[in-house]
């Protein structure tokens, strides 16, 4: 049981650039969601799926897309990388019903 | 617009001693507060939570206290360890789901030996 795994670990892209950064669990939990963490301001919600081919944005889901097509993948996806997208990208999730989200352990993103 | 705040950026606390973490938030809407815990390198993890019916919620050396008056909610660990030291991050959400969560910026605390 792996629980939540993101991949890649770390990832340097030049403006402009896309990628997307991959998330997948083996709960079996309906919700997951992405989140950035920056600096002195905490984790923020980028977007977040209640289940497979639902998503909703978050507070911060300029310049990324989402989409789920399993229970257990939820893709990232930078369209055209900005300074702006540096961060740590910590994916998670939950049961529909659930008290606590469990995270995994981030992606390190540094755009030039 | 922060609407949840911890504004202790750092807090050093000797080994034994009692730690308490400070967390303030503006909107009366949430009802669910949790406390997640962060080593460096490694994701979030989930530390206790506490209901807006209850004023506080114990789970071993920690014990969350909340004040929905004064929208301030602690976090009291007794004895501390080294081993806690971490950036500790308050958040909250809406109706007892952990779904969206809006999270403070965090603490770190460092237990001195």
């Known amino acids: 049981n792996a629980g939540v795994t993101q991949t890649p670990k770390f990832q340097v892209l030049k403006t402009g650039q896309s990628m997307t950064l991959q998330c997948a669990q083996d709960?079996?939990?309906?919700?997951m969601s992405w989140y950035r963490q920056d600096p002195g301001m905490g984790l923020r919600l980028i977007h977040y799926?209640?289940?497979?081919?639902?998503?909703d944005q978050g507070e911060v889901p300029n310049g990324y897309n989402v989409s789920r097509s399993t229970t257990e993948d939820f893709p990232l996806r930078l369209l055209s990388a900005a300074p702006s997208q540096t961060s740590v990208y910590f994916c998670?999730?939950?049961?529909?019903?659930?008290?606590?989200?469990?995270f995994g352990p981030g992606t390190r993103l540094t755009v030039l | 617009d922060q609407q949840v705040k911890q504004n202790s950026p750092s807090l050093s606390v000797q080994e034994g001693r009692i730690s308490i973490l400070n967390c303030d938030y503006t909107n009366s809407m949430f009802d669910y507060f949790l406390w997640y815990k962060k080593y460096p390198a490694e994701g979030p993890t989930f530390l206790i939570s506490i209901s807006s019916i209850k004023d506080k919620n114990e789970d071993g050396r920690f014990t969350v206290f909340l004040n929905k008056s004064a929208k301030h909610l602690s976090l009291h660990i007794v004895p501390s360890q080294p081993g806690d030291s971490a950036v500790y991050f308050c958040a909250a959400t809406f109706s007892g789901s952990a779904r969206q969560l809006t999270f403070g910026s965090g603490t770190q605390l460092t237990v001195l030996p």
């Open positions: 709960m079996n939990h309906e919700y």
């Open positions: 799926s209640v289940g497979a081919g639902i998503t």
């Open positions: 998670a999730t939950t049961t529909s019903g659930g008290d606590t989200q469990y």
